[in-house]
């Protein structure tokens, strides 16, 4: 069984930062795809962004792109969320979740992962 556990949530001002980190345990980290997931007020769960189990491959929704960075340590099993630039519209409750059929490419469908953290809250206001 995997578990994964949210970290560095909390409020921000617009254009401020934030690292998310995801620690993982019970399993063989190193072998995963690891993704995070979004899911804001009365709204679906969405893609933001994924790794591959080898941190080669790198993937992101294009509303976050060149605002976000995904980053894993797998020496360390944890894959983080660095957020620059945070804007209104990312307010939401992240998670982080596991593939642990993972390759060197990373899903962007929800369905695809096995295992999920129970998410730490962002909120960006002024």
């Known amino acids: 069984q995997v578990r994964l556990v949210e970290s560095g949530g909390g409020l921000v001002q617009p254009g401020g930062s934030l690292r998310l980190s995801c620690s993982a345990s019970?399993?063989?980290?190193?072998?995963?795809?690891m993704a995070w997931f979004r899911q804001a007020p009365g709204k679906e769960r969405e893609f933001v962004s994924a790794i591959s189990r080898s941190g080669v491959n790198e993937y992101y929704a294009d509303s976050v792109k060149d605002r976000f960075t995904i980053s894993r340590d797998n020496a360390e099993n944890t894959v983080y969320l660095q957020m620059d630039n945070l804007k209104a519209e990312d307010t939401a409750v992240y998670y982080c979740a596991a593939d642990v059929y993972g390759s060197d490419y990373a899903s962007a469908f929800l369905d695809a992962y096995d295992y999920w953290g129970q998410g730490t809250q962002v909120t960006v206001s002024s």
């Open positions: 019970g399993g063989t980290f190193s072998t995963y795809a």
